[in-house]
Each structure stands twice: as C-alpha cells, then as structure tokens.
C-alpha cells in the first residue's frame, strides 16, 4: 500500500500462506522499486521463501526468539555435560509506565536501544535473545556466577551513563534471574524456569539486581505455590478460613469505645494462622485483592450491624488497597453492599495507605468525592511514613489522617516526634481533619498524647485486636456504665 502511494520503495513482510493441502506455512517477502530518472516506476522486484516451521527472529530487535532461546539451550545441553551453561532472563523494570506515560512506539525504540547496548558488551561465549514483552535472555557457556555478575555490573554502568533517554528524564534498570547447568536444572524448561524465579526474586527484593538461583529461592516459591493453592481453595469455598478481628478505637480525651478497625485474617484447614503480611501480598499479585476486599467489607458491616443498634454514632474502618480503588466496580459494589446490608454509610470509614491516597490522587479523586457524597468518610492511614505534605493536607479530600506508629515509639525522649504529632493535629484541625494516633501501648505514651487534642486513640493500651462477640460486649458493658452514671 504504501509503495503504491509513493511513500516507500522497499517492503519486508512476513505472513502466513495456506498451502494446497490446507496447511498454512510463515512466508518472508523482500521487495524493491526502481524508478527512472524521472522518479517515474520501472520495475517491482522482489524474492519470497518459505521460513523454517515459523518466525526465528524478533521482528523488533532483530534477535533470535524465545523459540530459538530454548533450542539454544537444549543444544548447549546436549553438547556441554561437563560445561557450566549460565541462563538468564532480563527483565525491564516498571516497562508497563513507559508505554502508559510516552506511547508503545517510544517503549519499542527504548527497547530497541537496551538491546542493541546490552549487545554490544556481549563476551564471545554468551548469545542475546528476545523472549516476550520487556524481557530479554542471554546463555552464556562456561561461565560461573563470578561472570555472570560481572557482566551484568558491565550492564548497569553502561545504562547509567546513557544520555538517549536522559532527556526524557527517564532512568532504565534491569532486574535479572539465572540459573546454571547443572547445578540449578538438568533440563531446558526447569533452567527457564528456574532462572524465573530468580528474576521475580529480584523484583520482590527491589529490583535493578541480579539474583543467582537457589535451592531456598525454589523453597519459598514452592511455599507461595502451596499458599496460593491453599488461598483459592479457601475463597472457592466462600472464603472459608477467613475472619476478622477488630482493634478497638477510643476518644482522645475520654478513652470512651468510638469505634474499631477491621483487620483480616486466615486459618488454614490444619488450624495454622498464616500472617496478612505474607498472604495480602500473594492475592494483590495474583489478582484476588478485589474480590477479599468486597467480602471484608461486607462482612465488618454486618457485624456492625449490631453495634450500632446499641451505639448508633459507633464507626467501622476498613482498609482498601490501591488495586481495590483502581477497580472500575469499586464505588457502585461498595454501595450495593451498604444498601443490602441496610447499613448507615456515616459509620462506616474507608482506610488507604498514605503512599496510595498521595501517588494516586488525580486518579482516585473523583472516587473519594463519590464515597464522600454517600456519606463515607476517608482515613488515610500511616501518614508521616513518606509521601505526605501540607499542600497533599490542604487540598485532599479525607477525613481522617491516622499518624504512624513510628512517629510515637520514641515520644517519650524525641522533642521531634512530640512536635510533629502537635503540628499534624492542629493543621489538620485547622482544615477540618480530624487526627487518630496509631500503635499507643504504654500508659506514658498515653498520657504525654492526652495534651495534644487527638481526636482518637488506637494501640494494644486500649485493647489489641479482638473478636465480634468480645467488641459487642465491651460496648455494652461501657453503654450500660454510662447509663448508670
């Protein structure tokens, strides 16, 4: 088409063509125009041929593919019993923000230029491939991890020093996992997957590393495997396992009961509690945060339900993670869920990171407006830990800011720490925000905060995390003290 315009005089393609006996085989096509001295068309000519089975080579970069990755490797195998094989995948890191920030077409040519650069440092012993997506591979034949590490250091340098994305402002890092021949796999597949492993290591321990596999790296993914497992099953099966606790909440001057925070937890079918820390993580990642979220949600309101039938002005907070907001869903479930449940939305309070309310604000401000238009009220919860400001505290639409723990352990001996918790309170209160300290749990931090006009007190001093039946009846024994007095 574009020859036919005038806008090329060349073409390469490559495309599928059925052959008579109905199979389809992949084709290339090289063609050329020549014209006379006059730019007039002469002549079109061009070769075709048929590729062997399919695509060896990575239209982008131009590297052998994924395909031709293992063949290489099955090969290296083959011939190298004795010989150390080092296999490595590479691995962009926050690539997906490239493409949503700049366009697919700059996320190609930056693409383009990490392989051709990483090329470029290549010893003769080790290969490049393009895999999928953002990722790279290289083999690399007898060579250890001494080599290996090395030559990814020689990566890193040499990315640092690149000026051709500078001035898009852009910082390009590589994560990186390997596994070696025979130590870590006796075969191609468990080598690829294998150096997998390692690269998702990598990204869990902060990216813009190499990780060498290992027998414990094997153990925890073998553990996360089973925990996943473990997690569906649970969920498939109306979220069996799963329950909550609830810390109690209590006001700043009175320390009367004025609501709890709902926290979640999991017991597995032989009786072992497994930590939030360590299963919250596993259904972010694989996609089952939204769906636990809605079933929190509904389930802290119903027990709700019947505290407020004996202390109507009493609050539920839930958290909600980013991914959670992020939902399109997100704000017509969380009303249906209050008009099913026949729940006061005033009561109910939703909790959010700080680093999540901050980052994302553009994105989740309509949505907290929303919340609040349905008489929701918005906590942003450990705020102080690093990425709050004044100006976030002028212009966000909360309600609520609950001061990290860390901002209290040292209260007692840091004039600092007594200083930011008595300016947090009055901004905040200068702006109709209302301020909430977390982690209390000595009767000396207490009473050092009982002069700072907090609005609400929440710690293992005023209770840790308790069952429903025991909230309901500590609300009814303070319902029933006060109705004495």
């Not at 470029?120 to 083999?139: E, I």
């Not at 931090?445 to 700072?452: A, C, D, N, R, T």
């Amino acid at each position: 088409m574009e020859i036919g315009e005038n806008r090329r005089d060349a073409h390469y393609v490559e495309f599928r063509a059925k052959q008579r006996s109905g199979k389809y085989v992949w084709m290339r096509c090289r063609g050329y125009l020549t014209r006379d001295e006059c730019g007039i068309p002469v002549i079109f000519a061009g070769i075709m041929h048929k590729m062997d089975g399919q695509n060896k080579v990575d239209p982008l970069t131009q590297l052998f593919n994924h395909r031709m990755f293992m063949k290489r490797i099955r090969k290296y195998i083959e011939k190298s019993q004795e010989e150390k094989i080092a296999v490595a995948i590479l691995d962009v890191d926050n690539f997906r923000q490239i493409n949503e920030l700049y366009s697919r077409k700059f996320g190609d040519r930056i693409l383009c230029t990490i392989a051709y650069n990483i090329q470029v440092l290549l010893p003769d012993n080790a290969r490049l491939f393009r895999l999928d997506n953002d990722r790279l591979g290289f083999l690399m034949r007898d060579a250890g991890k001494k080599e290996v590490n090395q030559f990814f250091s020689r990566i890193q340098k040499r990315f640092s020093a690149l000026q051709e994305w500078k001035k898009e402002k852009l910082e390009i890092h590589l994560s990186a996992g390997c596994a070696f021949f025979s130590d870590s796999g006796q075969t191609a597949d468990e080598l690829y997957l294998h150096a997998d492993y390692a690269l998702q290591y990598a990204k869990e321990q902060g990216k813009d590393r190499m990780v060498i596999f290992t027998e414990e790296i094997l153990n925890q993914k073998s553990h996360m495997l089973e925990l996943l497992k473990v997690l569906r099953d649970a969920m498939n099966h109306e979220f069996r396992g799963f329950y909550l606790d609830y810390q109690p909440q209590v006001n700043g001057r009175t320390k009367a009961l004025t609501g709890v925070e709902a926290l979640v937890r999991f017991c597995d079918e032989k009786g072992n509690r497994i930590s939030p820390v360590e299963f919250i993580p596993v259904m972010e990642k694989e996609g089952m945060i939204y769906e636990m979220g809605r079933w929190v949600l509904r389930q802290a309101i119903r027990d709700a339900g019947e505290w407020i039938r004996i202390k109507p002005d009493f609050d539920i907070s839930v958290n909600a993670s980013a991914l959670e907001m992020m939902n399109d869903q997100y704000i017509e479930d969380v009303e249906k869920i209050l008009e099913e449940e026949k729940f006061p939305a005033k009561n109910l309070v939703i909790e959010l990171t700080e680093s999540s309310a901050v980052q994302r604000m553009d994105i989740f401000r309509n949505k907290y407006k929303k919340l609040r238009e349905m008489g929701i009220r918005i906590a942003m919860d450990d705020f102080g830990t690093g990425y709050s400001s004044l100006e976030f505290l002028k212009n966000a639409p909360i309600d609520l800011v609950k001061i990290d723990r860390s901002f209290l352990k040292d209260i007692l001996y840091s004039r600092f720490d007594s200083a930011f918790i008595t300016f947090i309170v009055e901004i905040c209160h200068d702006v109709n925000i209302k301020v909430c300290q977390e982690g209390v749990e000595t009767l000396e931090e207490y009473e050092m905060l009982k002069k700072m006009e907090l609005d609400c007190i929440q710690g293992y001093y005023f209770g840790k995390p308790m069952s429903k039946n025991a909230i309901r009846n500590k609300i009814s024994a303070e319902c029933q003290t006060e109705g004495n007095d």
